[in-house]
């Protein structure tokens, strides 16, 4: 409980300063984990630490959810609100939608054809 | 006596610890407890360069210092010392996985700065290279700031190198004065793992020398495993081939045993004068023994499944797949894999609710896993189905019989989820817990571990068989057989258990349950398969001629039950807690007899009540 605590405020901080660059790119760009089309490469924007319980963020965490990472969504397990399996770095980790929903994306270029 | 030095394994779930804990120790291992918790302790000697023995000992997986579950405490305990019953190990073995540095990095950079003396295994080299990644492990020496081997446990390679380090880092010096951060005393660690996080990554990267994207198998039966249409599908079609090969497969090995004992019986008839040893070991101990011992087979196919969906990394895509419906009762898909344990055992899937991090979560878990249908209720549902049921066919392909054991495994899994959700708002009320979890490479399951699962699942059986099964059949048979019932009294009726039968009698009497029924559910709080070996006691002892086999049972159990009292003791089964092992585990997971009492308070009150439903209904029915 005390890495939560002590890491909480600081990192919210620093995701929401302006000074932050993801700030700009999550604004324009609302799109989640949940969303994010399977498939589709994107890098993680904001993590909203402050909607997830404690032990799940801190899990979220060990697992390597950060701010810049590679993350692809590669299944949702069947309509209507099953989990997402997503590669994180070299993991694939599965997690709820409502995990999902509080890490925002942003879809990396397209390659050029 | 001078304790030899202790290395402790150290390092993420699925880095393959397990497997270079095999190839270190070989067969010199030894699994104990933890003294307070049922987390269970692999050690295993092994003999350095010089010939000084070590003891090494594979510690839980865990992501960081700040555990999630009473695994994850005790790594963190035994690597800072706190630890009761371990001392501070002299040296460190963590193990990395090479394809997934950036993650496992971390972990080790924490465990690093704890310093103790540490050797870096960088693991399943092989399978990082398969994946086009080429790794430098000079770069990682040089940012990590200690030795670090490549090995492929599985094939050995890397270990008289690991050996040769262990060599030069153990005895060097005292290794608890090196202990420099532990910060509180109960033990925890501090560690901003964001930051570590990043370093680990910024390291990955340096000491990749080249990364070839290829096209990963592990993806492609992904897409099937986790497909939305056909995962469920192949879930459904895997437990349908698990449990028919329950049955199918374990014809022939029944056979052999039930042979074996008739050899034996017929053996120990002709060797022995008629009285009391003889009738001791036919009708107490072959007749009770044998009854339980022949169901070894199906057992066995049960955890053979179970074991290699495990190995294989299947059960954690089975685990992805039934979140959504255990979320609708309050639970996650993490239950799913000690539920399913529990078909086979609810021993083992109690133990593996360890790995459910939510508190409560866990504890629901436990509570409603006894109502899985255990393979310790296939000996009571085979013989009183065969007894009752007609062979008969209701659709091509799919017999009456098969239809009603189908119907009680259903019956147990509803029940659970009734149960669940009752439970989860009422006594283990609280948030929606959440599921996340990383899903393994998928693997091919190793013959001589799953060999060797299988091997202690046998030894754990033929024990209880040998022991409580044995001992608890043969106080049946002497409270059976004395006092000597006086010519025209029943000698069933008139020994010391049919009194004792004849008081709880009167309270199963409204749910349609005789005298015998009364009789065997005594012994059978012990476990769940003695009912049969107690009903066949009863009866051998009963009757003149011989009724100690199968067929002589299913005879007499016609002619003493009615079709309501046989559907209204299946019931009872499916719910009825009566295994001692079940409730010692729970007391032992849940620290206490509050949870073990509750859960058996629970589950005999819905026997005693679907049971007598049942039988009033099929008596209304006119059955």
């Known amino acids: 409980m005390l890495i939560d605590n002590q890491l909480h405020a600081p990192y919210t901080d620093a995701v929401t300063s302006p000074r932050s660059p993801s700030r700009a790119r999550h604004e324009a760009d609302s799109l989640t984990l949940e969303t994010l089309p399977r498939r589709r490469a994107a890098t993680v924007g904001a993590i909203e630490w402050a909607r997830l319980a404690s032990p799940e963020a801190r899990r979220l965490r060990e697992l390597g959810f950060d701010e810049g990472v590679a993350v692809e969504v590669l299944h949702r397990a069947r309509l209507g609100g099953g989990p997402i399996a997503c590669r994180i770095g070299r993991m694939t980790v599965a997690l709820r939608r409502a995990v999902a929903r509080a890490i925002s994306v942003s879809p990396d270029p397209m390659p050029a054809e | ?623």
């Open chain 2, 1 to 623: 006596m001078e304790l030899p030095p202790l290395v402790a394994m150290v390092g993420n779930p699925n880095a393959g610890k397990s497997a270079l804990f095999n190839a270190l120790t070989g067969a010199r291992q030894k699994v104990g407890n933890y003294p307070g918790v049922t987390v269970e302790r692999h050690s295993g000697r092994l003999a350095l360069d010089d010939g000084r023995p070590v003891e090494l000992v594979d510690l839980p997986g865990a992501y960081s210092l700040d555990p999630a579950s009473p695994d994850e405490r005790v790594t963190r305990d035994v690597v800072t010392g706190a630890q009761a019953g371990e001392r501070l190990p002299d040296a460190l073995l963590v193990v990395v996985d090479a394809s997934n540095l950036d993650n496992h990095l971390r972990f080790a950079m924490q465990l690093i700065a704890l310093g103790l003396p540490v050797v870096v295994a960088l693991n399943m080299v092989d399978l990082a290279e398969r994946d086009g990644l080429v790794l430098d492990p000079a770069v990682l020496e040089r940012e990590l700031g200690v030795p670090v081997v490549p090995t492929v446990a599985v094939r050995r390679r890397g270990i008289d190198a690991l050996r040769g380090q262990l060599t030069a880092l153990v005895g060097g010096s005292p290794a608890a004065a090196g202990l420099r951060r532990l910060r509180a005393s109960d033990g925890s660690v501090d560690d901003d793992i964001v930051t570590l996080q990043r370093r680990a990554r910024v390291i990955a990267t340096a000491a990749t020398v080249s990364e070839t994207p290829v096209r990963r198998w592990n993806h492609m039966l992904d897409s099937v495993a986790l497909h939305p249409f056909f995962g469920p599908v192949l879930l459904v079609a895997l437990l349908f081939v698990m449990f028919q090969a329950v049955f199918s497969w374990s014809e022939a090995p029944i056979g052999w045993i039930e042979g074996a004992f008739a050899a034996l019986e017929a053996w120990l008839k002709g060797a022995l004068p008629d009285g009391f040893l003889r009738s001791l070991l036919t009708d107490g101990v072959i007749a009770g023994v044998g009854a339980v011992v022949v169901f070894l087979p199906q057992i066995l196919i049960l955890f053979l499944f179970i074991l290699v969906l495990e190995a294989s990394g299947y059960m954690v895509r089975a685990a992805f797949l039934m979140d959504r419906v255990m979320a609708q009762v309050g639970l996650s898909g993490r239950a799913f894999i000690p539920l399913l344990s529990s078909f086979a055992c609810a021993v083992p899937g109690i133990m593996a609710t360890r790995t459910i991090e939510d508190e409560k979560d866990r504890l629901t878990t436990i509570l409603i896993a006894p109502l899985m249908t255990c393979s310790a209720r296939l000996p009571v549902y085979t013989i009183i189905i065969g007894a009752f049921i007609p062979a008969r066919q209701v659709l091509p392909f799919v017999g009456l019989q098969g239809l009603v054991l189908f119907a009680l495994y259903l019956l147990g899994i509803v029940g659970a989820f009734v149960a669940a959700l009752l439970l989860r708002r009422t006594v283990t009320k609280g948030e929606s817990s959440g599921f996340m979890m990383e899903m393994p490479k998928y693997q091919m399951p190793r013959l001589r571990d799953v060999g060797l699962g299988l091997w202690s699942r046998t030894e754990i059986f033929l024990k209880r068989a040998g022991t409580t099964i044995a001992l608890t059949t043969v106080v049946l048979w002497a409270l059976l057989s004395y006092p000597q019932a006086p010519a025209g009294q029943k000698q069933v009726d008139y020994s010391i258990a049919g009194r004792i039968a004849s008081g709880l009698e009167v309270i199963v009497r409204p749910i349609g349950f005789n005298h015998d029924i009364a009789l065997a559910l005594i012994p059978t709080m012990a476990a769940r398969e003695i009912a049969v070996a107690a009903i066949g006691t009863a009866y051998a002892i009963d009757d003149v001629e011989d009724a100690s086999g199968e067929k002589g049972l299913v005879d007499q159990l016609r002619g003493r039950w009615s079709l309501p009292t046989a559907l209204a003791f299946l019931m009872w089964f499916v719910f009825a807690p009566q295994c001692i092992s079940t409730i010692a585990v729970t007391r032992r997971e849940t620290n206490g007899w509050r949870w073990p009492l509750f859960m058996i308070g629970y589950l005999f009150a819905a026997a005693y009540v679907m049971a007598g439903i049942t039988y009033w209904l099929a008596v209304a029915a006119g059955l």
